[in-house]
């Protein structure tokens, strides 16, 4: 402190103020016995999408093709942070609880089903990096290797035991949002004062089942960018030349129609169906002189469509793999 007055020539109330706006936006941190010193802030990169793809990839050639141990065992962690298996350590504590509410719904069963809490704590290269408290049905793990805290880290990740289970997952769904820390967070994470976390929502699916609820990933919102990709396909060029439209050769016109027709007749699954408001304004849509209720005229900036987001909405209906993106056209 003395040395940063005399070269400021400032008092030393104003450089301890100055020092706690660093603190708060975690920029530097003070050490019992160390002082005060500058965090150190690698910029780890989670590629959810690409991750988990791959781990369902492995686990799918694993279990499938009844392999042993992996020569290369991995999970997304390690790639995260670009570790080797000898260097990937956690911490776990599993009990049994009961369903509340609010897990109930998001497994779709009823509160009060018994279910295994597990709770880990990651490290890289010594440092806690990220926590998460995860859920799985009883009934699917009890008395199998997957309910041993003995056994991790197990090669994959929870994609890999649920694939030794029988159930390799189809589906992920996450829900990310920001927030402050709660204390035993901020103490477990070492996360200076000041730093938000992420946490993220995550269910794994297999078919139609819920078979795993993450509530939550919990990381430190400076040690990591969240990174997405997402492919947008195209029509062929014909596809949009032999789907129904209303005559007008309008593009977007087309693009609309194909759309409505690729989501009923690629994915008939209940979450591309057209709902009952659709199919009325795709039945009245160009009709003269008819107001639908609900629908902005067509007129102005309002009246056509690009026909790349109406691409899209059909990619997406129609080619979704990892996860859903819905774009109304309406």
């Known amino acids: 402190m003395e040395e940063l007055r005399r070269a400021y020539g400032v008092s030393e109330i104003v450089i301890r103020h100055a020092v706690s706006l660093l603190r708060?936006?975690?920029?530097?941190?003070?050490?019992?016995?160390?002082?005060?010193?500058?965090?150190?802030?690698?910029?780890?990169?989670?590629?959810?999408?690409?991750?988990?793809?791959?781990?369902?990839?492995?686990?799918?050639?694993?279990?499938?093709?009844?392999?042993?141990?992996?020569?290369?065992?991995?999970?997304?962690?390690?790639?995260?942070?670009?570790?080797?298996?000898?260097?990937?350590?956690?911490?776990?504590?599993?009990?049994?609880?009961?369903?509340?509410?609010?897990l109930a719904a998001l497994f779709g069963t009823e509160p009060g089903t018994a279910l295994l809490r597990r709770h880990f704590v990651f490290y890289a290269r010594g440092e806690p990096e990220q926590l998460s408290v995860n859920y799985l049905p009883l009934d699917l793990v009890a008395d199998t290797p997957v309910a041993d805290p003995a056994r991790e880290p197990w090669p994959g990740g929870t994609f890999g035991q649920l694939a030794f289970l029988g159930q390799p997952v189809s589906r992920v769904e996450e829900s990310v949002s920001a927030r402050m820390p709660a204390e035993s967070e901020a103490q477990t994470l070492r996360v200076a004062q000041g730093v938000p976390v992420f946490a993220i929502l995550r269910r794994l699916i297999s078919a139609e089942t819920v078979l795993e609820v993450s509530r939550h990933i919990v990381i430190p919102a400076d040690r990591v960018v969240l990174e997405y990709g997402i492919d947008v396909g195209v029509p062929g060029p014909g596809d949009l030349t032999k789907c129904r439209h209303d005559g007008s050769g309008d593009p977007a016109a087309a693009g609309r129609a194909f759309g409505r027709e690729s989501r009923l007749r690629e994915q008939p699954d209940r979450r591309c169906e057209l709902t009952q408001r659709e199919r009325h304004l795709a039945q009245n849509r160009d009709r003269p002189g008819r107001r639908v209720a609900g629908r902005r005229p067509r007129c102005g900036r309002h009246s056509r469509l690009p026909v790349a987001v109406l691409v899209a909405q059909w990619q997406h209906c129609a080619g979704r793999r990892q996860f859903t993106l819905t774009v109304t056209a309406s």
């Not at 997304?76 to 049994?96: G, K, M, P, R, V």
């Open 24 to 102: 708060l936006e975690g920029l530097v941190e003070t050490r019992r016995g160390g002082g005060t010193v500058v965090r150190a802030r690698p910029q780890v990169r989670r590629r959810a999408m690409e991750t988990y793809a791959a781990d369902a990839r492995h686990a799918a050639e694993r279990y499938a093709t009844g392999a042993g141990q992996p020569s290369d065992p991995r999970t997304s962690f390690t790639d995260d942070h670009a570790l080797e298996w000898q260097e990937y350590q956690l911490t776990t504590d599993y009990s049994e609880v009961a369903a509340d509410e609010e």
